[in-house]
Structures are given as structure tokens and as C-alpha cells.
């Protein structure tokens, strides 16, 4: 019986890692130079906010010397918004601190060492009679 439930605890344990770490997933404005994609680099998610108040989020993003290019991630199509037409570039970004990451992983990993040992100690028990 012990056993399911130590199965369902870690479930329940790494569901509560799973949404804690894509709720500290923020949006950063970064500032972008002319005809350079400099301060944005290589990020998976960019959202343009445009002088209107309208947001683009894109994948695959490319800064031309007029326009930012890129794959709408809503409707899968090519998209590009004039620079002029820009007010903000924002990225997405982990909120969370490195050293903290880092402390998760390791916990879950001493966690998962320790169900395995338990595991294994009960097919002893179990088997050894």
C-alpha cells in the first residue's frame, strides 16, 4: 500500500514543480538597437508590442534593417511589424534565480535516488521470505 502512495506523492510533488516553474516564466522588455538584434539574441518566444497596443508573439524571429520577421506562434503563419511601428520587444524569460533551479533539481534528484532505494528494499523484503 505504501508504495502506491509514495508513486502518487511524487506525482503530486512534481505536478507542484512543473506549474511553479512556468509560473516564474516572465516577459522582460529588452531594448533593441537599430539594424541589430542586439539585447534580444536567440530566444525561443518574442512578443512585439506595436504603438497601437497590439501584441505579436513570434517564434523564429529575424530583425531586418526596417521590420522584425517572424512565425506567429497563435496562427503558425509568417508575420513582420515595420520599426517604426514598434513600441517594445519582449522576451520570455525565467523569472526564477539560478542558485534556486539548481536546488530543485538536486532535491528531486535525492528524492527519486531515495523512492528507488525504498523500491528496491520492499522487493527484497517481499521476495526475500
Not at 6 to 22: D, K
Not at 52 to 64: H, I, L, P, Y
Not at 117 to 128: D, R, S
Request: proline share 2%.
Amino acid at each position: 500500500m505504501s508504495y502506491n502512495w509514495s508513486f502518487r506523492a511524487l506525482g503530486i510533488l512534481l505536478a507542484f514543480v512543473l506549474t511553479f516553474e512556468t509560473a516564474c516564466r516572465t516577459w522582460v522588455e529588452k531594448p533593441v538597437q537599430p539594424d541589430t538584434n542586439v539585447g534580444v539574441g536567440r530566444h525561443r518566444l518574442v512578443r512585439v508590442i506595436t504603438n497601437d497596443g497590439d501584441s505579436v508573439t513570434m517564434r523564429a524571429v529575424t530583425f531586418t534593417n526596417d521590420s522584425i520577421v517572424g512565425l506567429d506562434s497563435r496562427l503558425e503563419r509568417h508575420v513582420g511589424v515595420a520599426r517604426t511601428d514598434v513600441k517594445a520587444v519582449e522576451v520570455r524569460m525565467d523569472g526564477t534565480p539560478t542558485w534556486v533551479r539548481i536546488g530543485w533539481k538536486i532535491y528531486l534528484g535525492v528524492l527519486f535516488g531515495l523512492i528507488v532505494a525504498m523500491g528496491v528494499i520492499a522487493a527484497q523484503i517481499e521476495f526475500g521470505k
